[in-house]
């Protein structure tokens, strides 16, 4: 059964692979969003935010230290400004003195705001007792989440969830970005209507404006790209290549020397968001999210090279750390075989960059990861990445279940989640978890295995090809980008920038340019091997304004 019959065949087979089954799973355009008003809680928060716009209100936006809860509280602060609100400033934890979301210490550290009106966005479902905290002062609170809820819900004055119990939002999948995105198009709806705009003289806003951030948000949190999460994804590609992006979105891209006109998800996800987070990791995000605010194109580039400079301690910082972490994992690998799960920590690791650890770590052994650094005194902050098949807060919350109150914080989702435990607990937490995890997967799930779109026909290696590709997406988390297999002659292979093999491949008498990004040195160049099985994905690489087609070699093996 073939997607459409206008489609190219190689598009139709991807995406079939993709289980997309009619054309209308591929529409982009914003006709086809979603509409907002299955999102359970939405109109008990538009009745409270409409009334604070109006009464001129002091709105509090309570952000988190990642991209999703930068570009989330960009968007809360952008609309509602737009929408005539006057007072509306944000306050983002610092993960250092507060941790996650909106924690009674923060409510005191918001004091000096004197706030109405706290409104979370990326955070808040699991914070009952700041909510508590809020609700003493008088402060009226709106959570705007997207992370799983606990078996209670705080006392709110209004939740909006998709993940919550009972909400019947087709799609389960919104980033924290989504979420307030969504509020804010009720809203401005429910102004509009009700004559807001016209009595106020402002200009009706369009919301469009705010997708090249909601983009960048969706694409960060590594949530899955169904249908609803690419059109908003797409749409915020089209604007920003479009040059209709926020200066501090065009400044980053510009940086990291990506072309704007042809910026993809990767860029997104590599260029952006990864400046973005360092702000998050090592400081504070607030420096994010001005470059995510501010108009000026020229403060926008004066924030991103600081942003850059930020990656670049965070790159080193990591570096260190993988190599104390890979070093102990050896000796293990050594006297026995590695747990199913692994817990990892150590006294000096930075507690802002634990999670790319975990990341990494997972990638390099595809296994569930844990990684715990100093927290405040006598705590552990835990940062928790898993594989396909192993629903990493499950798992916290079975732990929890096993030894009430170990687990002193925990929250997130099936890939990822954060925690904190008492120093003294690490070598109860670490057996709970080696426990659990063992009982849950089997030898078979621990196998990498490298899904492919089969091979490439001779005279599909073309840019005709490798621009329908990239034009096929967004592609993203689980919608991923097309990847292909073949066997390969080398031509020649070169090590570039220390670390990358730069290769010429021969194949069906085509002669191909390729890439294989982070490889280790010590195993290649590898100049007795002629041949190799690659799985790759078709690029186009531009130089000096040429086109030529461009292999990226993601996994590959000596033959």
């Avoid at 008990?44 to 952000?63: D, F, H, P, S, T």
């Avoid at 209507?193 to 369009?206: D, M």
């Avoid at 590898?526 to 087609?549: F, M, P, S, W």
Wanted: hydrophobic share 45%.
């Amino acid at each position: 059964m073939i997607v459409h019959p206008d489609l190219h065949p190689l598009l139709d087979r991807v995406y079939r692979a993709r289980q997309i089954q009619s054309v209308q799973e591929l529409e982009r355009e914003l006709e086809h969003l979603l509409p907002f008003q299955t999102l359970l809680g939405i109109d008990q928060a538009i009745v409270i935010l409409a009334k604070a716009v109006r009464e001129n209100k002091r709105i509090l936006i309570v952000g988190d230290f990642d991209a999703d809860g930068a570009t989330s509280t960009a968007v809360a602060v952008r609309a509602l400004r737009s929408f005539g609100a006057q007072h509306v400033q944000f306050l983002v934890p610092n993960r250092f003195a507060f941790g996650y979301g909106l924690t009674p210490e923060l409510v005191v550290a918001a004091k000096p705001y004197a706030p109405d009106i706290i409104v979370t966005v990326d955070n808040g479902i699991a914070n009952h007792a700041g909510v508590a905290a809020a609700k003493a002062l008088g402060i009226q609170v709106v959570i705007t989440d997207h992370h799983l809820a606990a078996a209670t819900l705080p006392d709110a004055d209004a939740i909006v969830n998709p993940n919550q119990p009972d909400d019947l939002f087709p799609s389960k999948h919104l980033a924290g970005v989504g979420v307030i995105f969504y509020v804010m198009l009720a809203l401005r709806r429910h102004l509009l209507e009700s004559g807001w705009f016209a009595a106020q003289s402002l200009s009706e806003p369009t919301m469009a404006r705010l997708l090249d951030i909601v983009a960048l948000g969706t694409v960060a949190d590594l949530v899955a790209l169904d249908k609803n999460n690419r059109i908003l994804v797409h749409q915020g590609l089209r604007r920003i290549r479009a040059g209709q992006c926020v200066p501090g979105i065009f400044a980053l891209l510009e940086l990291a020397g990506r072309e704007v006109t042809r910026a993809t998800t990767a860029d997104l996800g590599f260029a952006v968001a990864a400046r973005l987070n360092a702000a998050g990791r090592l400081d504070d995000m607030s420096l994010g999210i001005e470059c995510l605010l501010t108009d000026d194109p020229i403060r926008a580039r004066e924030i991103a090279r600081l942003l850059d400079q930020m990656n670049d301690e965070r790159r080193s910082i990591e570096k260190d750390m993988q190599a104390q972490a890979l070093a102990a994992l050896n000796k293990i690998n050594l006297q026995d075989a590695l747990p199913k799960g692994l817990c990892l920590f150590d006294e000096t690791w930075h507690q802002g960059v634990i999670g790319i650890l975990a990341s990494r770590i997972k990638e390099r052994f595809h296994r569930p990861v844990i990684v715990l650094a100093p927290g405040q005194e006598g705590e552990l902050k835990g940062s928790a990445r898993s594989i396909a098949g192993l629903h990493i807060r499950d798992v916290l919350a079975r732990i929890d279940v096993m030894q009430p109150g170990l687990l002193l914080k925990f929250g997130g989702h099936a890939m990822a989640a954060g925690l904190t435990i008492a120093k003294v607990n690490l070598a109860t937490f670490t057996a709970l978890f080696t426990e659990v995890v063992e009982g849950l997967l089997s030898d078979a799930q621990l196998q990498h295995c490298v899904y492919s779109d089969g091979e490439l026909l001779a005279d599909e290696f073309n840019l005709e090809v490798a621009t329908l590709l990239r034009d096929g997406g967004p592609w993203g988390q689980a919608f991923p980008e097309p990847l292909f297999d073949g066997v390969f002659t080398i031509v020649e292979q070169r090590i570039v920038g220390d670390k990358h093999l730069k290769l010429r491949l021969s194949k069906d008498n085509n002669v191909l340019e390729a890439i294989a990004f982070f490889v280790d040195t010590a195993v290649w160049p590898n100049h007795r091997c002629q041949q190799i099985h690659a799985a790759y994905r078709l690029d186009i690489n531009e130089y000096k304004g040429r086109k030529t087609v461009q292999l990226i070699v993601d996994y590959f093996e000596a033959l």
